[in-house]
C-alpha cells in the first residue's frame, strides 16, 4: 500500500523572492520569467558551445596544460590536468565555484524556500545545465517537472527487498538505481539507430528523471532498514530538498532547510574526484545515466570518498563515549595523538585539492551558530577545528590539515534526529546526481570521446627515467 501511494505522489516547490546578483558575477543571467523550459533552454545553448569547443580544438589543440612527472603517475594522478568538467570549478585556495559562483553567492542569488533561507536544489540544476541564475518563475517550473518524473516503477522496490535488510544502505540504493535503468530512454534510442547529435536528448530524459526518482529510492532503503518499512509518501506542497527530508520522516522547518542546504552543496565538486570522474568515464563508452550513476555511487561508497561522512560522526561519538561531552582541550589533543598514533587518520580534515578550510564546512557551521549552537556534538566539532588543524601540521605529513564538509554534515544530521550513520552516504548520493547528471548531459551534447588514458609498467617508467637522466 505504502509503495502505490508513493508512486503517486508528486513534487511542488515553494520559493522564496529571487535576490539581486552581486557585481562580481554580472556575466550570469537571470531569465525572463517565459522561459520557463529548462530543455528549451538547452536547445538554444547547445550549438554555440558545440562552436565554442570546436573552436577551442582547432586553435589551441596542441597547447600544453603542464608537465606530467612520476609522482602524478604514481599518486593518483593528483594534479595532473585531464578531464574537461563544465558544470563545477575547484580552486585550492577558495574552494568550489558552481558555474562560476562560490557557496555564498549562491545562497546570495539562487531562490530559496523562504526569505532568507537557504537555496533550492532545483534552483542550482538550473545553474549547473545553463550557466544562469534562474528565476523564482524557472525553479516552479522545474519542480513542476520533477513532480511529474517522480514516478518509480514496483519492481525497483522489489529488487531492493531482494536483498537483506542487512545489506549496507549504498548497496540497497544502488541496486534501485540499477533497476531503474530498465526504463533508459537513451538505450531505447540507441538500440533504434539514433543519430550521434542527438545523445543529448534521451541522456537530458534520463537524467531528469533518475534524479527525480533518486530520493524516493533512498527513502524507501531508510524507513526499509531503520523504520520498520513504513514508507511515506512525497508531500505535494514540499520543494525536492523539503519532500527528500520528509520522505525519510524528518519534519521540522530547520531540518527541511539543512536538507536544501546539504543537497545543493553536495552536489558537485568538479570532475577528478571519485564518483564524479567514474560517472564521466563509465558514460564516456555511451552508458546511460543509470548504469553510468550506479558506477558512481559504488564509487562514493569508497572510505576515501563518500563513506567518509558516516566515519566522521562514528569517530565524534567515541570521543564522547570515552572523554565525556565537556572534554577540555587538553583531553581532545590527546585523543587526536592517540588517534593518529594508531596508525589512523582524523576523519574529516585533508582533502586531495584543497589547502584551505573547505567552504562547504563553513557554510555548514554557520546553519550550525545559525540554528544549534547549543548542540554539545557542535561544540566538541567547533574544538575539534581548533585542536586538529595544528596537529597535523606538526605531523608534517599533511598537505591541508584543515576541515572538509564530512567534518560536520554528520553532527547536524544528527541534531535534528537523522543518527544512523550507515545511511549519511546514500545522501550525499542523492545530491551528486544533480552534478552528475548535469555534466553527463553536457558530454553528450559536446559528443566528449570515449575516455582512453594511457597506462605504463613500473619497468616502463624506470627505463624511461634512465634515459631521461
Known amino acids: 500500500m505504502f509503495r502505490s501511494v508513493s508512486l503517486l505522489s508528486k513534487l511542488r516547490s515553494r520559493l522564496g523572492q529571487q535576490p539581486s546578483l552581486k557585481d562580481s558575477v554580472r556575466w550570469l543571467q537571470i531569465q525572463s520569467s517565459s522561459d520557463l523550459d529548462l530543455r528549451t533552454q538547452l536547445e538554444e545553448l547547445i550549438p554555440e558551445q558545440q ?30 590536468t ?34 532568507e533561507g537557504e537555496p533550492l536544489p532545483e534552483g542550482l540544476l538550473w545553474l549547473l545545465l545553463t550557466g544562469k541564475v534562474p528565476s523564482k518563475e524557472q525553479v516552479d517550473a522545474l519542480s513542476k517537472e520533477l513532480r511529474s518524473r517522480a514516478v518509480v516503477p514496483d519492481f525497483v522496490y522489489k529488487a531492493i527487498d531482494a536483498l537483506p535488510v542487512t545489506a549496507h544502505p549504498m548497496t540497497q540504493f544502488a541496486t534501485g538505481v540499477m533497476a531503474l535503468q530498465v526504463h533508459s ?17 534521451p541522456t537530458y530524459e534520463d537524467s531528469l528523471n533518475l534524479i527525480a526518482r533518486v530520493p524516493l529510492v533512498a527513502a524507501y532503503v531508510y524507513r526499509r532498514i531503520y523504520k520498520d518499512g513504513q514508507v511515506i509518501p512525497l508531500d505535494d506542497s514540499l520543494d525536492y530538498g523539503a519532500n527528500f527530508s520528509h520522505m525519510l520522516g524528518f519534519d521540522s522547518p530547520k531540518m527541511l532547510e539543512l536538507m536544501r542546504l546539504y543537497v545543493t552543496i553536495h552536489s558537485d565538486h568538479e570532475g577528478g574526484n571519485v564518483s564524479a570522474h567514474t560517472g564521466h568515464l563509465v558514460a564516456s563508452a555511451l552508458s546511460d545515466p543509470y548504469l553510468s550513476f550506479a558506477a558512481a555511487l559504488n564509487g562514493l561508497a569508497g572510505p576515501l570518498h563518500g563513506l567518509a561522512n558516516q566515519e566522521v560522526l562514528l569517530w565524534i561519538k567515541s570521543v564522547v563515549d570515552e572523554c565525556g561531552e565537556n572534554i577540555t582541550v587538553d583531553q581532545l589533543k590527546e585523543y587526536v595523538w592517540k588517534t593518529l598514533k594508531g596508525g589512523k587518520v582524523v576523519p574529516g580534515f585533508g582533502h586531495g585539492v584543497l589547502r584551505k578550510t573547505d567552504p562547504r564546512y563553513t557554510c555548514q557551521r554557520e546553519f550550525a551558530l545559525k540554528h544549534l549552537p547549543d548542540d554539545p556534538l557542535f561544540q ?23 576541515p572538509n564538509v564530512d567534518a560536520h554534515s554528520g553532527v547536524l544530521l544528527n541534531h535534528f534526529g537523522l543518527t544512523e550513520a550507515r545511511y549519511f552516504t546514500v ?40 634515459k631521461a637522466a
Open 51 to 80: 562552436e565554442r569547443l570546436k573552436k577551442l580544438k582547432a586553435e589551441h589543440g596542441k597547447v600544453q596544460l603542464g608537465n606530467i612527472t612520476v609522482d602524478m603517475v604514481l599518486g593518483g594522478m593528483r594534479g595532473m
Open 82 to 115: 585531464g578531464l574537461l568538467w563544465q558544470t563545477s570549478l575547484l580552486d585550492p585556495d577558495e574552494g568550489i565555484r558552481f558555474r562560476g559562483l562560490t557557496i555564498p553567492e549562491c545562497q546570495k542569488v539562487l531562490p530559496a524556500a523562504k526569505p
Open 185 to 201: 530512454e537513451f538505450q531505447k534510442a540507441y538500440e533504434k539507430g539514433i543519430h550521434k547529435s542527438k545523445y543529448w536528448e
Open 380 to 402: 566538541l566539532v567547533s574544538k575539534l577545528y581548533e585542536v586538529v588543524p595544528p596537529i597535523l601540521t606538526e605531523l608534517g605529513k599533511v598537505k591541508n590539515p584543515w
Open 427 to 466: 545522501l550525499f548520493g542523492v545530491s551528486r546526481s544533480i552534478g552528475i547528471c548535469s555534466q553527463l548531459i553536457w558530454d553528450r551534447a559536446l559528443g566528449l570521446p570515449l575516455e582512453r588514458p594511457k597506462s605504463v609498467t613500473m619497468e616502463w617508467l624506470e627505463n624511461y627515467c634512465k
